[in-house]
C-alpha cells in the first residue's frame, strides 16, 4: 500500500497537470469534441486524488491534515472538487484552466514535501478536529474559485474597457456572470469558514493546551471572515457590485494566503503542527 | 443521368440584376411546373436575394443551358440579360456547387446559415411540385447531412458578422440575460432601426426609442411596440436605461461625459453599456473612462466583425473537407447504382441458363444424384463470377477513372446482353 501512496504522490501531480493541459488547449482551439472528455479527465483525476487520500488515511491511520503539506493536498482536491461541481452546476467550461492550475500548485509542493507520518499527536485523531479542517479547507476552496472569478472579471472588464476582443473575449463568459460566480463562490467559502471557526471556538479550547484567542492564524481566519461577511452584507444590499465587490473578494484571498503563510511558516502557532 | 444547372448569383450580376430575376416562392412553383413540361425530369430552383438557381436533371441530351436560362428570362419577362451574367454546371460540378451553396462558403458573407435553410424550403417546394424523383431524392438527403456537419463540426456560422450582430455579441459579453435589460434607441433612421429591431428580436425586456423629429419615432414605436420619449428630454430618462444605442446624423455630441457621469451615479454605477455607431460620433468618447460605463464606437464593432471573418475564413478548409467526403460519399452512391444491377443481372442470367440446363438434364441422373448436381452447379456458376462480381464492386470506390469504368459496364451489359439502369430510373 505505501508503494501505491508513494506512485499516486507522484502521478498526481502529472494528472493534474494533463488535465490542464486539455483545459487550456479547449480554452484556445474550443474544440467540440474535448468538451465533454476534459470533464471526464478531471473527474478521473478527481477519483485518483480521492483514492489517495483514503490510502493515507488507511496506511497511516489519520487524515491527511496533521501538517501543512498534508493539508496542500486536500486542499488542491477540494479547489478542483468545488470547481468540478461548479461547472456541473452551472455548465460554464471555459474557467477550468484558471482554477486547476492552483491545485497543481497546491499538488506539487505537497508531493515534493509530504512525509509518511505514523505517529502523530492524539488530538490530531480526533472526528472534530477533522470536521473543522475539512470545512476551513472547502471554505478556503471557495474563497479560492471566488478570487479566481474575480480575477478573470477584472481582466475581461479592462478588456472591455480598452475595446479590446482577444481570446478573453471570446471565450470567458459574461462579466455578469463571472461577478455570480465569484460572489456566489464566495458565499460558499463564508458558511464553511463560518462553520469551521465556530468549531475552532467551542472545540479547540477543551482540547488543545496552546489554544489562544491570539494566535495569528484565529485572528487572520476572523479578518478573512469580517472582510467577506461585510461584502456579502453590503452586496445583499446593492452598495456593493462589479469591480468593487470582485476586488474584495481579491483583497480577501491575499489576506487569507498571507494569514497560512505567517501562521504555518513564520508566527509560533497552535496551527503549526510540525 | 444527366445533371444541368445555372447559377446567377453575386460574383456574375449587379443587385438589380439579382433583384430583376428574383422569385417568390408562387413563381417559384410556376416555374417549376414550365420546367417539367420539356426541360428537366427532376430538379430544384432556389431564389434568395442573392442568387436565382435551376438545377435538375435534364429531360433528354438536348437540353442547354441556354435553354434554362431562356426559361427564366421568358419567365420573369426580362431582356437584356445575356448567358455571361450565369455560372453553367454539368454533372458533378452542380452537386460541388450545392453542397458549398448549402455550407455556406458560397454565400457573400462567408459562413451564412441563412442560405441552409433556405434550400431546404427550396428542397420542400419542389418535393410539394413532384419535382423531387429519385436523383433528387438522395441529392437532397446528402445536402441536408452535410448542412447539419458543418454546423455541428466547424465554427463556419459563428460570431457576428454585422455591425448590429456585433453590437450585441459585445452587450451580451457584459449582461447575461437581456430579457431583464432595458434599452434606448437614440435615432430612428436606418441603422437606429436595425438596431431596435435586433435588440427587440434578442428579447431585450423594455424599449424605447428618441428622435428628433418625434412623429419618425412614433411611426417606428408603433411597430415595434415600444415606448418613444421625446428628443427634448430624453436625458431625464438615461439612468432607466441599461443599454444605449444612438445612431442620429447629428455633427456634434448629443451625449458630453458629464451626462453620462450624472447618468452612472443615478444607476448607483449599475453596469450601462453605450453602442455609438453614429458617424460622426454621437457619444464624447471620454465617458469610456468612467467605472462601470462600456463605450463602444463603429470602430471597436468592426474589429470584432473583421476579427470574426476572418475566423470563418480559417475554417473554410474543415468545410471543404467535409465537401470532400459527401462528394465522394455521393459518387460512391452513384457509381454503385450502375454496379449493383449489373451484378444483380449477371448473377441472374448464369443461375437461369444453369437452372435451364439442370432441368433438360434432370432425369440423366439418379435421384441420390439429383441434389449433388444442384449444388456442384451453383458451386461452378459461384466460382466463375466470384472475380467478375468482385472487380465490379471495385468500380463503386474507384473515382479515378469514371469515363473508362462506364465502358467497362457498357462492355460488359453487351456482351452479356444486359440493361438495368433505365429500370432503376423508372423504378
Redesign the interface.
Known amino acids: 500500500m505505501i508503494s501505491t501512496i508513494h506512485l499516486l504522490n507522484v502521478l498526481l501531480p502529472i494528472f493534474y497537470f494533463i488535465t490542464f493541459l486539455i483545459y487550456l488547449y479547449d480554452f484556445q482551439k ?1 474544440d ?1 469534441t474535448l468538451s465533454n472528455s476534459k470533464r471526464l479527465f478531471l473527474f478521473i483525476t478527481l477519483c485518483v486524488h480521492l483514492l489517495y487520500i483514503i490510502l493515507r488515511t488507511i496506511a497511516f491511520d489519520h487524515m491527511p491534515i496533521t501538517n501543512v503539506f498534508e493539508i496542500f493536498t486536500l486542499l488542491a482536491f477540494s479547489i478542483s472538487f468545488s470547481y468540478f461541481i461548479l461547472e456541473l452546476v452551472t455548465d460554464i467550461r471555459g474557467t477550468g484552466m484558471f482554477i486547476i492550475i492552483l491545485s497543481i500548485a497546491f499538488q506539487t509542493v505537497s508531493s515534493f514535501f509530504i512525509k509518511d507520518l505514523f505517529f502523530v499527536r492524539e488530538e490530531l485523531r480526533n472526528n472534530l478536529l477533522g470536521t473543522h479542517v475539512f470545512s476551513a479547507l472547502l471554505g478556503y476552496a471557495g474563497i479560492t474559485i471566488s478570487a479566481v472569478y474575480g480575477f478573470l472579471f477584472l481582466m ?1 472588464y479592462n478588456q ?2 480598452q ?1 479590446k ?1 482577444g481570446i478573453l ?1 471570446d471565450r470567458l ?5 463571472l461577478e ?1 460566480l465569484c460572489f456566489y463562490s464566495a458565499v460558499i467559502g463564508f458558511i464553511l469558514l463560518t462553520i469551521a471557526i465556530v468549531i475552532g471556538v467551542i472545540w479547540l479550547p477543551q482540547s488543545n493546551l496552546n489554544f489562544s484567542y491570539t494566535d495569528p492564524k484565529l485572528l487572520g481566519t476572523l479578518a478573512i471572515w469580517i472582510i467577506y461577511g461585510i461584502g456579502i452584507v453590503r452586496k445583499i444590499y ?1 452598495n456593493l ?3 468593487k465587490l470582485v476586488i474584495v473578494s481579491i483583497i480577501g484571498f491575499i489576506l487569507a494566503i498571507s494569514s497560512t503563510i505567517i501562521s504555518n511558516f513564520l508566527a509560533k502557532s497552535f496551527h503549526s503542527f510540525y | 443521368m444527366d445533371l444541368i444547372g445555372i447559377s446567377l448569383n453575386h460574383r456574375t450580376a449587379s443587385v438589380e440584376l439579382r433583384e430583376s430575376l428574383s422569385l417568390s416562392n408562387s413563381e417559384i412553383v410556376e416555374l417549376i411546373s414550365t420546367l417539367k413540361q420539356s426541360l428537366l425530369k427532376e430538379g430544384l430552383v432556389i431564389s434568395t436575394c442573392n442568387r436565382t438557381e435551376i438545377i435538375g436533371v435534364a429531360s433528354s441530351q438536348n437540353v442547354s443551358f441556354d435553354d434554362l436560362i431562356n426559361a427564366l428570362l421568358n419567365f420573369k419577362k426580362v431582356d437584356g440579360i445575356n448567358s455571361e451574367s450565369f455560372e453553367k454546371y454539368k454533372s458533378v460540378k452542380i452537386i460541388e456547387h450545392l453542397f458549398r451553396l448549402v455550407a455556406g462558403i458560397d454565400s457573400m458573407l462567408i459562413g451564412d446559415n441563412q442560405i441552409f435553410k433556405q434550400v431546404k424550403d427550396a428542397f420542400q417546394i419542389a418535393d410539394e411540385q413532384n419535382f423531387i424523383g429519385f436523383y433528387f431524392k438522395k441529392i437532397m438527403n446528402y445536402s441536408l447531412h452535410l448542412g447539419k456537419r458543418v454546423i ?2 466547424t ?1 463556419i456560422s459563428e460570431g457576428a458578422v454585422t455591425v448590429s450582430f456585433a453590437a450585441v455579441q ?1 452587450i ?6 437581456l430579457s431583464k435589460k432595458s434599452a434606448l434607441v437614440i435615432g430612428t433612421g436606418e441603422t437606429g432601426e436595425i438596431a431596435a429591431k435586433h435588440l427587440r428580436d434578442r428579447g431585450v425586456a423594455r424599449l424605447a426609442l428618441t428622435n428628433r423629429t418625434f412623429e419618425k419615432a412614433e411611426r417606428l414605436a408603433k411597430e415595434l411596440n415600444t415606448a418613444v420619449f421625446p428628443f427634448d428630454n430624453f436625458k431625464d430618462h438615461l439612468h432607466k436605461f441599461d443599454i444605449i444605442v444612438s445612431a442620429t446624423g447629428s455633427q456634434d455630441f448629443i451625449l458630453s461625459k458629464s451626462d453620462i457621469e450624472k447618468t452612472i451615479k443615478k444607476r ?4 450601462l453599456v453605450i453602442v455609438d455607431i453614429a458617424v460622426p460620433r454621437d457619444v464624447d468618447p471620454d465617458c ?1 473612462n468612467i ?2 460605463v ?1 463605450y ?1 464606437d463603429i470602430d ?1 464593432l468592426n ?2 466583425v473583421e ?1 470574426n471573418l476572418l475566423k470563418r475564413r480559417n475554417e473554410i478548409p474543415k468545410v471543404e473537407k467535409i465537401i470532400s467526403e459527401e462528394l465522394n460519399n455521393f459518387s460512391d452512391w452513384l457509381n454503385s447504382l450502375q454496379v449493383s444491377p449489373i451484378i444483380k443481372a449477371l448473377r441472374d442470367k448464369f443461375e437461369s441458363i444453369r437452372a435451364e440446363e439442370v432441368q433438360n438434364n434432370i432425369n440423366r441422373f439418379s435421384s441420390e444424384d439429383k441434389e449433388k448436381l444442384e449444388i456442384i452447379t451453383k458451386k461452378i456458376i459461384n466460382k466463375i463470377l466470384h472475380h467478375p462480381t468482385v472487380e465490379l464492386k471495385k468500380f463503386v470506390n474507384d473515382n479515378s477513372n469514371q469515363d473508362l469504368n462506364r465502358m467497362k459496364l457498357s462492355v460488359i451489359q453487351e456482351l452479356f446482353g444486359i440493361n438495368t439502369i433505365k429500370e432503376q430510373e423508372k423504378n
Open positions: 474550443e467540440k475581461l472591455l474597457k475595446n476582443f473575449f463568459p459574461n462579466l455578469e456572470i455570480k446593492g457590485k462589479g469591480r | 455541428t463540426e465554427a459585445l451580451e459579453k457584459i449582461f447575461s440575460n448607483n454605477y449599475e453596469s469610456r467605472e462601470n462600456f463602444n471597436s474589429i470584432i476579427q
